[in-house]
C-alpha cells in the first residue's frame, strides 16, 4: 500500500468505505453527510450508545435539533427495529420482545432447524450473537422482502465505526449492499477493538482483517474505498507513531502544526515520572487492569478509543516493552490495534515509561 490518499474502486458505485484515520474528524464529517442529505430518511448508524450520543451532540452543535429526516440508531436497535421484527414470521411466530445479550456463543448444541431454541430465550428474546444470521435467514424465507422494505424506509444509510462489525453482521452489510440501498460506512481498521459479537462466523475478517473483506467487496463492484489519511489531532511525530503498527497502510498527515516546546514522542524513566506527570499533566494510559503504572490513575487503552487528550503517558505492557527495545512489530502484533488507538490520542506529546538502555524507535529521553 502507498502512503498517499488512495480511492480504490473496480467500477463506479455509489457506496462507499471510508477509513479514515485518527483524528481525522470522521464524526463531523458522517453528521455533515446526514445534514445534507434531505431527500427521503437518512439512517444514521453507529454500535455502541456513547458512539450514538456523541452522534447526537454532533449534531446538536450544528443545528437545533436532530432534523425529522434523520434517524440515529444504535447497531442493534437497528438491526431488531428494522429488519429482525418486521419479517420474524417468515420462520418465527411470536413477537420478538428484545435482545439477550450473550457475551460467547448463545444455544450452540440447539440444531438451526429448531429456531426457537437456536435463536432465541424462552421462544421472545433474540441471543445477541444470531439476530444478524436470523435476519439473513428471514430475508430468504421471505423472498427478500426485508430488503425490500429497508429500501423504502432509507434513502441512505451511513454506518460508522464499521470496523467494530463482526460475524453476520458483515453478511448483513452485504445484503444492504447488494440491495442497492445507498450506503457509506466509515471507520478505521485500526481501532478495531470492539466486536459487535463472538459468532464465528466471517472469524477470518476479524479485527484489523476486516480491510478484506472490504476489498472483497471493491473487487466485486459493489462499493468503492477511499483513504483519508490526514489527521487534525496529533503532530507529524504522533501520526507516525501510530502509522508504525500498520506500516503497509498509507501514511497518515498531520495538519496540527502547533508548537509548544514539548511535542512529539518520548521516553521517561520511571524514576522521573513523578516530575514528568508534575511538568506535564499527561493522561496515564495502561494496556489493561494488570499493566502496572506506579499508582496513577490510568485509563485503559481500549477505554481511550474516540478520546483526545493535550498528552499521553503510555505505561507499557510486556510486549510494548519488547517493542520499544527492538523496533520489532512481533512484539505487538496482537496488540496493534490498541497500541495503535493509545498512541494516536494526544495533540502535543507521548510519552512511554522507559528503563531500557536503549530504544529502537524514534523517541527523544526526557530528563528534568
Not at 152 to 161: A, G, L
Amino acid at each position: 500500500m502507498g502512503g498517499k490518499l488512495r480511492i480504490i474502486s473496480a467500477v463506479p458505485s455509489v457506496n462507499r468505505i471510508v477509513i479514515s484515520a485518527a483524528g481525522g474528524g470522521k464524526t463531523t464529517r458522517v453528521v455533515d453527510q446526514a445534514l445534507a442529505s434531505t431527500q427521503g430518511v437518512t439512517a444514521l448508524i453507529t454500535y455502541t450508545r456513547n458512539n450514538v450520543r456523541e452522534i447526537q451532540l454532533k449534531a446538536f452543535e450544528r443545528s437545533p435539533a436532530v432534523p425529522p429526516h434523520i434517524e440515529v440508531l444504535s447497531w442493534y436497535t437497528f438491526l431488531l427495529r428494522e429488519l429482525a421484527r418486521p419479517y420474524r414470521s417468515a420462520l418465527h411466530e411470536e413477537r420478538i420482545h428484545g435482545i439477550h445479550w450473550v457475551e460467547g456463543k448463545s444455544a450452540i448444541y440447539s440444531a438451526e432447524s429448531k429456531t426457537a431454541e437456536h435463536y432465541f430465550l424462552d421462544g421472545d428474546r433474540i441471543y445477541s450473537d444470531k439476530i444478524a444470521k436470523f435476519i439473513c435467514a428471514c430475508n430468504v424465507a421471505s423472498g427478500g422482502a426485508i430488503m425490500r422494505r429497508l429500501k423504502e424506509r432509507f434513502t441512505h444509510i451511513i454506518i460508522d465505526e464499521v470496523q467494530d462489525m463482526a460475524g453476520y453482521d458483515l453478511d448483513v452489510l452485504e445484503l444492504i449492499l447488494k440491495a442497492e440501498i445507498p450506503l457509506t460506512l466509515v471507520g478505521d481498521h485500526r481501532q478495531a477493538i470492539l466486536s459487535t459479537n463472538n459468532s464465528p462466523k466471517n472469524k477470518q475478517f476479524a479485527g484489523p482483517a476486516i480491510i478484506k473483506k472490504f476489498e472483497l467487496w471493491q473487487k466485486a463492484g459493489l462499493v468503492g474505498i477511499e483513504y483519508e489519511t490526514h489527521t487534525y489531532r496529533g503532530n507529524q511525530a504522533i501520526a507516525d507513531l501510530g502509522d508504525g503498527f500498520f506500516p503497509k497502510e498509507p501514511k497518515t498527515v498531520s495538519k496540527n502544526a502547533v508548537v509548544t516546546g514539548h511535542d512529539g514522542v518520548f521516553l521517561v524513566a520511571s524514576a522521573d515520572v513523578d516530575e514528568y506527570v508534575k511538568r506535564f499533566s499527561p493522561q496515564a494510559l495502561r494496556y489493561n487492569v494488570k499493566t502496572p503504572c506506579g499508582g496513577y490513575a490510568a485509563m485503559n487503552f481500549g477505554e481511550a478509543k474516540g478520546l483526545t487528550f493535550p498528552r499521553v503517558l503510555i505505561f507499557p505492557h510486556g510486549g510494548a516493552k519488547s517493542w520499544l527495545a527492538s523496533g520489532k512489530l512481533s512484539h505487538v502484533e496482537k496488540s496493534a490495534t490498541r497500541m495503535y488507538v493509545a498512541a494516536t490520542r494526544a495533540r502535543y506529546s507521548v510519552a512511554f515509561v522507559f528503563d531500557g538502555k536503549t530504544c529502537a524507535i524514534p523517541a527523544t529521553w526526557w530528563k528534568p
